[in-house]
T-cell receptor, first 113, second 113 residues
Framework: ETGVTQTPRHLVMGMTNKKSLKCEQH?????MYWYKQSAKKPLELMFV???????ENNSVPSRFSPECPNSSHLFLHLHTLQPEDSALYLC????????????FGEGSRLTVL | GDSVTQMEGPVTLSEEAFLTINCTYT??????LFWYVQYPGEGLQLLLK?????DKGSNKGFEATYRKETTSFHLEKGSVQVSDSAVYFC????????????FGKGTLLTVNP
C-alpha cells in the first residue's frame, strides 16, 4: 500500500467511448502526475499538477484531458482514443513538485479496441 | 536533453547470485539519481537514491554509487532472492524550475530458485 489508489485497475473501451481514470492520494502531497507506460518504451510523463495547478502538459493529444479538483484527487478523462493508446496509466504523487521521490499507484490497464 | 540508458534485459539469475544492472546518464548540471522497482502487477516504488557525486544509496541489500566521472549509477546486490524478480528503472531528476524525472526503459530481472 503506497497511499496512492487508482481506479479502475482494468478498463476496456471502444474508440468512441468516454471514460475516466481516477487517482486519489492519502499522503498529504502537493504534486500529482500522470505517466503512460507502454511495452519496451520509457515511462512517458503526461501531466504534472502542483497545488492543483497544471504545470506541465507534455505534448499530450487533446483526447486525454486531466482534471485536478483538489490536491488529493486527479482524473484523466478519455475520449475518442486510438488502439495505440492502450497502455498502463500510472498516477503518482510527491511532497512537492521538484523532487524525484514519487509514490506511484498500481496503475490502470487500458485497452482500446 | 536529459537521458538515461540502462542495460538491455531480460536478466536471469539463480538465487544467491551477484547482480549488476548498468545505468549511465546524460544531464545538464548536477542531477539526483534514483532506482525504482516495479514488482509484477504493481506500480513503481522508490528503491534508493543519491543526490550528489560519490553518494551511495542503499536499501534492501541493493546499493548504487553516484559516479560523476563516468556518469553512472549502477545497481548492485550481492545475493539476489526470488522475491527480487521485478523490473528495475534508473531515473534522474534535474530539479529546478524545469523539473522532470527522466526514466530509463527498465530492466526485467528474473531470479530462479
Amino acid at each position: 500500500e503506497t497511499g496512492v489508489t487508482q481506479t479502475p485497475r482494468h478498463l476496456v473501451m471502444g474508440m468512441t467511448n468516454k471514460k475516466s481514470l481516477k487517482c486519489e492520494q492519502h499522503l498529504g502531497h502537493n504534486a500529482m502526475y500522470w505517466y503512460k507506460q507502454s511495452a519496451k518504451k520509457p515511462l512517458e510523463l503526461m501531466f504534472v499538477y502542483s497545488l492543483e495547478e497544471r504545470v506541465e502538459n507534455n505534448s499530450v493529444p487533446s483526447r486525454f484531458s486531466p482534471e485536478c479538483p483538489n490536491s488529493s484527487h486527479l482524473f484523466l478523462h478519455l475520449h475518442t482514443l486510438q488502439p495505440e493508446d492502450s497502455a498502463l496509466y500510472l498516477c503518482a504523487s510527491s511532497r512537492r513538485q521538484n523532487t524525484g521521490e514519487l509514490f506511484f499507484g498500481e496503475g490502470s490497464r487500458l485497452t482500446v479496441l | 536533453g536529459d537521458s538515461v540508458t540502462q542495460m538491455e534485459g531480460p536478466v536471469t539469475l539463480s538465487e544467491e547470485a551477484f547482480l549488476t544492472i548498468n545505468c549511465t546518464y546524460t544531464a545538464t548540471g548536477y542531477p539526483s539519481l534514483f532506482w525504482y522497482v516495479q514488482y509484477p502487477g504493481e506500480g513503481l516504488q522508490l528503491l534508493l537514491k543519491a543526490t550528489k557525486a560519490d553518494d551511495k544509496g542503499s536499501n534492501k541489500g541493493f546499493e548504487a554509487t553516484y559516479r560523476k566521472e563516468t556518469t553512472s549509477f549502477h545497481l548492485e546486490k550481492g545475493s539476489v532472492q526470488v522475491s527480487d524478480s521485478a523490473v528495475y528503472f534508473c531515473a534522474l531528476s534535474s530539479g529546478g524550475s524545469n523539473y522532470k524525472l527522466t526514466f530509463g526503459k527498465g530492466t526485467l530481472l528474473t531470479v530462479n530458485p
